[in-house]
């Protein structure tokens, strides 16, 4: 510990060895990993994640999570991510191995309800709907909050 009681800062480089050495033990022990590859550029390309990302950065707690986690994502510290209905579990490796979980509430049935309603009318084709490709009128009702499918901060626990 530093003397203002914060971690000692871990290189880049050093994260990097400390993941591959605790995804080796991981895999050793019979753990099935999905790790996130690192790199340049957007974490995301689709037009949800790209949404969910501008919704998050809105919230200013979050406005030093991101930057460090998208940080995490592109040096390959993240050896383990699990996404599931309402919650995302991450194996991360920091200044230590350690976990971390972000549950979102469901949205409730009047909602999705509306959405389906507003968007009925807005969806030209059904190929276009089976591609994912849609207006973006509609991409703008889905991912609006507090009435879309992005969810309010209060929604969001750590």
């Known amino acids: 510990m530093s003397f203002f009681g914060w971690k000692p800062y871990v290189s880049v480089a050093q994260r990097r060895r400390k993941a591959e050495r605790a995804a080796a033990q991981a895999r050793k022990k019979g753990l099935a990993l999905s790790p996130v590859g690192g790199g340049r550029g957007a ?69 999705w309800q509306a959405i389906g309603v507003d968007c009925a009318g807005s969806i030209d084709s059904l190929f276009e709907l089976l591609q994912v490709r849609f207006s973006k009128c509609v991409m703008e009702g889905i991912c609006s909050p507090p009435t879309g499918l992005c969810p309010t901060q209060r929604e969001i626990t750590f």
């Not at 809105?58 to 991510?81: E, Q």
């Not at 230590?96 to 979980?101: C, G, H, L, T």
């Open 43 to 111: 974490i995301t390309k689709s037009f949800w994640g790209k949404a969910w990302c501008a919704n998050l950065e809105r919230y200013s707690d979050f406005s030093n999570r991101l930057p460090r986690g998208r940080a995490y994502v592109r040096n390959g510290s993240v050896i383990d991510l699990k996404i599931a209905q309402g919650e995302v579990q991450a194996q991360v490796v920091g200044s230590s191995v350690y976990n971390v979980a972000v549950s979102v509430a469901s949205a409730p049935k009047k909602q």
